[in-house]
């Protein structure tokens, strides 16, 4: 097929890597990618949807040389900030930072480049040059709506008091926006802000009511279906078991290079990478979504999808090919050298899938008080991805499949592959268990690990802020003071309808 390939020319190389993405062959698509990438042709500002195909597979090198191709047919505002916003989401944040400091330096009144820049200032830790840029954002003319996304950025960075005129400010904005379905967007995002706002200040009724009008608006637009998310948590625990396992095809990859930490968003999981990630052999981490382009060519994760996949042609060597191109896409985001954490959210869900690839891959799975994931989740604005957290009844219900999951595999697995930490156990005991999970994925003990919080690197999830801390049990119990208001998640986590 290599010989094939390399008698096309660019345009036709691109022409036929989008059939072979369309036929979920990753690797034949990754291939015609970097033969019109080696051939050049003149595709001018369309070398843009070719970046684009490249970061959906995983393909940072392409997609960034792409990138580059549609600046040199002629930068736009939009395309500069589209390749800042790949460098950034390829790993490469500083050298996102710089192309936006540019982008701001041609365009100091645009407001997009300078909400990306604040941004990556945030997860390099710039915090004063990150608000200096969002109150910018706020005096704009020419942002008479839109200033709500500065102040959500805002809103996680600090902590409000009771005569902070920061919340005057967004209660005004909030008024203009009204309730328009147009400006629902805005709307939902600027409640999320004002939520945190009276929270910090103790209001806690006029926090919960934020929260709650922010979540049920974003509910509109939510593509969860709790019937649908239980079937496929029955569909795994049902068929998953060890026999099945034993008759799928086997991997011949012996690799231990990615640690997987598992567990719901806001249980620790970002703690437990950036301890990880202080460690002199673990290079770095991130919630990288690699598994899922590199098993493009399996269609699904239940046993039936994972069935039918298998036995076709190559089926034999799947396995191992998808834990090859997995590793391949490790190395583009993260390079070649030292082990990398990979915190995906939702790979409890395919877990079986990636221990069938990677046999040697070690997990550590968080647990937490339920509760308290939950009332960190519902007062947390997730951009796209995570539609259960728009109510409390459909956060009761993702959790009670999530249960189910963790009871399966920590049956399933082997009992050395799957560590489980309690949050709060780590909180209050973070010597001993710091040293579990560094024995655990088979790191000897560093002394600079307890620093974890000195670490420089960007941090890109919700927890930014928390991770750059050393360890504390307030947000741990947060959630008690929200207990009354929580009863449709208890009612469905319990079952009770």
Known sequence: MTDTIQTLDGAQAVNAAVQAFQARDRD????????????????????????????????????????????????????????????????????????????????????AALHFLATAQVQLGQAEEAQANLRRIMTLPTVAFGAENAWHVLADMKTFTADDPDVAAMEALLERIGTAPERRDGRTVL?????????DQG????????????????????AYDADKADR????????????FMDGLPKSDCDSDRPIFVLGLPRSGTTLVEQILVSHSAVKDGAEANLFRPAAMAIPGYTPAEVTA???????????????????????????????????????????GLIHQCLPKAKFVWLRRHPAGIAWSCFRTRFARGVDWTRSLEDIGRHFRGEDRLWAHWTKVLPPETLLTVPYEALVA?????????????????????????????????????????????????????YEDKLKPFFDAYEGRR
């Open 309 to 351: 996949a298998l036995p076709g042609p190559n089926g034999a060597a799947l396995p191992g090919r998808v834990a090859r191109s997995y590793l391949h896409l490790l190395d583009e985001r993260f390079g070649k050298d030292g082990r990398v954490v990979d915190k995906t959210l939702n790979q409890t869900r395919m877990l």
């Open 28 to 111: 034949a698509c990754a291939a015609l990618l970097a033969r019109a990438v080696k051939a050049n042709p003149p595709l001018g500002a369309k070398w843009g949807s070719v970046s684009r195909m490249a970061a959906t597979i995983g393909e940072a090198t392409l997609a960034l040389i792409a990138s580059r191709r549609t600046l040199e047919a002629g930068p736009t505002a939009e395309t500069l900030l589209a390749h800042a916003q790949l460098l950034q989401q390829t790993g490469r944040t500083e050298e996102g930072r710089d192309q936006a400091a540019a982008l701001v330096r041609q365009r100091p009144n645009d407001p």
């Open 203 to 222: 209001r806690l009724d006029a926090a919960f009511a934020a929260f709650d009008e922010a979540a049920r608006l974003q509910k509109v637009s939510s």
């Open 429 to 481: 005991d973070p010597d001993t268990w710091m040293r579990r999970i560094l024995e655990h994925v088979g790191l000897p003990w560093e002394d600079q690990v307890r620093d974890f919080h000195k670490t420089d690197r960007a941090v890109t999830t919700a927890s930014f802020a928390q991770v750059r801390k050393p360890l504390y049990s307030k947000s741990a119990t947060a959630w008690k003071r």
């Open 191 to 199: 409640l999320y802000a004002l939520g945190k706002a009276y929270d």
């Open 232 to 243: 496929y948590v029955d569909a795994v625990v049902g068929g998953w078991d060890r026999a």
